[in-house]
């Protein structure tokens, strides 16, 4: 089975550009989850979805973040404008149910200059 | 105070040694315990689950769990250097759906 996937890979951009990240969730999962890790505050949650509706985003760090769930295989995370500060390891986990391990695809490399 | 303190470590260790991991947390709703291994550049892979207190053990892996002392670890038995990785405990409550990870350690072990 494939496992959560997630683009790009890598992404370095200049500060003030938008910046979407992408995630398909493992079909058959109704739980969605947003992650952001860092050296300095290791890895910190930012929002989750159930069934694509936003549960909690209380993590999201400012409105220059949103995210969105338009169907059950594709979400995105979106950065504008975005700043130094951002610059991050994010991640996307899925899970079939709420208190069910959560699996987390590889992540998205952000760098932004 | 972070609510799951776990070491960084870096930890080293010889091939065929016990690796000892742990975690403690503040939060007395914590029912759901967790410990990922996360590659260099690879997203954090599920190693055990374990619900409310108590013992699990798969291979080489054994996690415990002690709510009285909101205390956890996770010991690998005659580790291997592919057991080279960052460790990270992460735990949730029947609240809510939201995990809290530890800052992860980082075990080498030396071929």
């Known amino acids: 089975d494939a496992g959560v996937i997630q683009s790009p890979r890598h992404e370095v951009t200049e500060m003030g550009q938008e910046v979407t990240l992408r995630c398909k969730p493992i079909?058959?999962?109704?739980?969605l989850f947003w992650y952001r890790q860092t050296m300095m505050r290791g890895l910190e949650l930012l929002i989750y979805?159930?069934?694509?509706?936003?549960?909690?985003d209380s993590g999201m760090p400012e409105d220059r973040f949103s995210a969105k769930m338009p169907n059950a295989s594709f979400s995105t995370l979106k950065i504008q404008p975005s700043e130094p500060r951002d610059s991050a390891v994010y991640f996307c986990?899925?899970?079939?149910?709420?208190?069910?391990?959560?699996?987390f695809g590889d992540g998205t490399r952000l760098s932004i200059l | 105070q972070k609510e799951v303190e776990q070491d960084p470590g870096p930890l080293s260790v010889p091939e065929g040694a016990i690796v000892s991991l742990n975690c403690t947390y503040s939060n007395s709703a914590f029912q759901y315990f967790m410990w990922y291994r996360q590659y260099s550049r690879k997203g954090p892979e599920l190693l055990m689950y374990?619900?409310?207190?108590g013992n699990k053990e798969d291979g080489r892996f054994t996690a415990q769990v002690d709510k009285s002392s909101k205390y956890i670890s996770l010991f690998i038995r005659d580790s291997q250097p592919s057991d080279s990785a960052t460790y990270l405990c992460?735990?949730?409550?029947?609240?809510?759906?939201?995990?809290?990870f530890g800052a992860g350690t980082t075990v080498t072990v030396r071929a």
């Open positions: 986990a899925s899970t079939p149910g709420g208190h069910q391990p959560q699996h």
């Open positions: 992460a735990m949730g409550s029947s609240n809510d759906y939201k995990l809290s």
């Open positions: 374990t619900y409310s207190s």
């Open positions: 079909s058959g999962h109704d739980y």
């Open positions: 979805f159930n069934n694509n509706v936003p549960i909690d």
